[in-house]
């Protein structure tokens, strides 16, 4: 028969007068301790798994001493920085043995039983706080008087537009075609004879005879 347990956050697989090193946990060498955090159990075959713990299955160990573990060296280096740190550390342990499994019978966990504490003291807690609420003072409002609305003057119908009037139109007759005709005519006529009429040409400038050089004179007289 064995068991999974869990001890100080640590899980261990334990059977009965085994020896095991677990962190250092409280209470003084000698003393028993029961450890109420079985997630799995084997009993000649017939394993039982716990959703996450099993309900009234217990472990049953004592505590032989307290002890440090072997040193484990602790060694740091930054290769090319001249770089480098050595440490040395001792975990604190401690040693039990397992005296029983328990795999029903045992006492509930204590998280358990704290639920149903806590489940019982609230509604009896909610029950004393609950009281008759006292009734609402009815607030008394002065009523104001509010001045009543002036009755609203009747508009008077507005006056239907007048349709707007159709221009009509003027009839055309042979006369006034006619006399538009000769106006058009009329205003053409001078504007075609003035272009017609071309200025004078200009009359040409006389030119006077280039005066001749006397022949018997010399450029040395001159």
Do not use: W
Not at 18 to 43: K, M, T, W
Not at 164 to 173: D, E, I, M, N, Y
């Amino acid at each position: 028969m064995y068991a999974i347990v869990e001890i100080a956050g640590q899980q261990y697989k334990v059977e009965k007068e085994q020896e095991v090193f677990v962190h250092r946990l409280e209470g003084d060498a000698g003393s028993a301790i029961e450890l109420d955090n079985v997630l799995l159990l084997d009993n000649d075959g017939k394993v039982t798994v716990g959703t996450p713990v099993i309900n009234g299955a217990m472990v049953k160990a004592k505590i032989v001493e307290h002890l440090k573990g072997d040193k484990v060296i602790v060694f740091h280096k930054k290769r090319r920085k001249g770089y480098q740190k050595q440490n040395g550390h001792r975990q604190y342990l401690s040693k039990i043995v397992i005296e029983d499994i328990l795999a029903s019978g045992a006492k509930k966990t204590k998280k358990a039983e704290e639920k149903k504490v806590e489940a019982k003291a609230k509604p009896v807690a909610e029950k004393k706080e609950a009281k008759p609420k006292a009734a609402p003072k009815k607030v008394v409002e002065a009523k104001t008087e509010k001045p009543k609305a002036e009755p609203k003057k009747e508009a008077k119908p507005k006056a239907a537009k007048a349709a707007p009037k159709k221009a009509v139109k003027k009839k055309t007759t042979a006369k006034t075609t006619a006399k538009t005709t000769e106006k058009k005519e009329v205003k053409a006529a001078p504007k075609a004879a003035a272009k017609k009429e071309t200025k004078p040409a200009a009359e040409k400038k006389e030119t006077k005879p280039k005066a001749k050089p006397k022949t018997g004179e010399t450029k040395e007289e001159k």
